[in-house]
């Protein structure tokens, strides 16, 4: 199926404790290309040794006043294995639609599934990465980040970041660009 054509599918995105594991999940789900229901969920995985120093990095430099997870958030949070189960009766059979996810966010969710015995997910032809789909549509293999696939299609995406469900919402909103200018 075309990225175009896609009229139900999941956006998501994860955010990670610093030492590659998951600490929050946040998704939206477009029936019939308008509805949305929502999905968030903070992951009890606290960071580790080396994992706290970037830890606190990031909650310094990225969190300030738009609401970074707190440690208190995160050790009040749902097991990884009870937030990957609810994730994913979430996903169900829809396609899903992300940032950066082919080669991160679907594989920690893979390895999390395999991880606590919880099935596969089977994904075939059913991922579409916004920053896939702007390389190849534009012949451009560099990185993009999501603020700057934003600018590239004059989408205004919030000033929250690094939370999964707000990146979720600003990846929703480039990937609905993407699909008006690739009709």
Sequence with gaps: MLFTELKDYVVFDLEMNGSNQIIEI??????????????????????????????????????????????????????????LSRFMKFVGEYPVVGHAIVDGDVQL????????DLGKWHTNGKIFDTQQLHGALNGNPNDISLSGLAATYDVEIGKQKHRALADAKATLAVFSAMQRTWL
């Design 26 to 83: 946040g998704a939206l789900k477009i029936t019939t290309g308008k509805d949305i229901e929502k999905f968030s969920v903070i992951v009890n995985n606290p960071p580790k040794g080396s994992g706290m120093a970037s830890f606190k990095f990031i909650s310094q430099s990225m969190g300030g006043e738009h609401g970074w997870i707190t440690l208190d958030m995160i050790h009040n949070g749902l097991s990884e294995e009870r937030a």
């Design 109 to 116: 969710v893979k390895e999390g599934l395999r991880y606590h």
